[in-house]
């Protein structure tokens, strides 16, 4: 069973609470779930609504966590949690200018 979905364009794409947790960003989807309610996530830089968005490769995301805000750019989407090394290869973090 393949946990990807497609975006509008047919691009391969993933829900982004199951990306927080594959990408290491949240423990669990009820946490990624709390995250997005917060107000504390953008996507190609709007706010999140709902945790269903569909991210893809390319795509911009905007973590506020504790007193840090990372930007993070999806490289290839994961098919599952692995380890943070592994986690890492994913995305490249981008500073904040």
Do not use: W
Not at 22 to 38: G, N, P, V
């Amino acid at each position: 069973m393949t946990q990807s979905v497609q975006d509008i364009e047919g691009e391969p794409a993933l829900r982004l609470d199951r990306l927080l947790v594959y990408l290491r960003f949240a423990r669990t989807r009820s946490a990624a779930h709390a995250m997005i309610e917060k107000g504390a996530l953008r996507h190609n830089r709007h706010h999140v609504r709902r945790a269903s968005e569909a991210v893809k490769v390319g795509d911009v995301l905007t973590l506020a966590q504790g007193e840090d805000i990372r930007i993070v750019e999806i490289l290839s989407l994961p098919n599952r949690r692995a380890s943070p090394a592994a986690a890492k290869a994913h995305y490249r973090e981008h500073s904040r200018a």
